[in-house]
């Protein structure tokens, strides 16, 4: 059972273009979702996280927004670079039983010059 | 950010040898470790929880005698790979929790058997 659902697979996005990426959970003990950014050979490295109880949360040009009500959360990342090309993770994670991180399959961006 | 250090970041060793990789949290105390094995264009699968002083929770489909986890601080936690094979060639990824926030990762370690 895949608890954090992530679309799309792959993204092409021009420069200078708004790359969005989608997560959905289910298990509602989750209050803790970040997003990880991975490039080839590296371990993935924390972007940005928000918790339930504000519904956005901003830093630069990367953006999550939080549907509590839809169990959904979606990072935005404004004026796209080529260097943003990765792979993009979404994660949920929460206290007691949950607290193991879940992670989404991934999203591979590429960003076009 | 938490800083999550790894080693060795690329190790080739010899079928039926065995290998340690380390992984230390620099900047704080790590309740909770996690390894996870990467294919490739593929997501993290958790290998193994461990936490300092306790023995490690393997998951499912995962041999314990082969993926030796030993989480001996808050800071260090090691995998050993014994009598490893070349289908035990992945990439291998730590992470670290801090209480109260969420996992910073490794830098991975890319292994290959020969």
């Given at each position: 059972q895949q608890q954090v659902k992530q679309s799309p697979q792959s993204l092409i996005v021009q420069k200078g273009g708004i790359s969005i990426i989608n997560c959905a959970y289910e298990?509602?003990?989750?209050?803790y979702f970040p997003w990880y950014q991975q490039f080839p050979g590296k371990g993935p490295a924390l972007l940005i996280a928000i918790r339930p109880d504000v519904s956005e949360k901003k830093e630069g040009r990367f953006t999550i927004s939080f549907n509590k009500s839809a169990k959904q959360f979606s990072l935005h990342i404004m004026?796209?670079?080529?260097?943003?090309?990765a792979t993009y993770f979404c994660a949920a994670s929460g206290s007691g039983g949950s607290y193991i991180p879940t992670f989404g399959r991934g999203t591979s961006l590429i960003v076009h010059p | 950010g938490a800083v999550v250090s790894q080693h060795p970041s690329r190790v080739i060793c010899k079928s039926g040898t065995s290998v340690k990789i380390e992984c230390r949290s620099l900047d704080f105390q790590a309740t909770t470790m996690f390894w996870y094995r990467q294919f490739p264009k593929q997501s993290l699968m958790l290998m193994a929880t461990s936490n300092e002083g306790s023995k490690a929770t393997y998951e499912q489909g995962v041999e314990k005698d082969k993926f030796l986890i030993n989480?001996?601080?808050?800071?260090l936690s090691t995998l050993t790979v014994t009598?490893?094979?070349?289908?035990?060639s992945s990439f291998y990824i730590c992470s670290a929790r801090a209480q109260g926030a969420g996992s910073f990762f490794g830098q991975g370690t890319r292994l290959t058997v020969v």
């Open positions: 298990n509602t003990a989750f209050d004026d796209s670079q080529p260097g943003d090309s | 989480h001996a601080s808050l800071t009598s490893a094979h070349p289908e035990d």
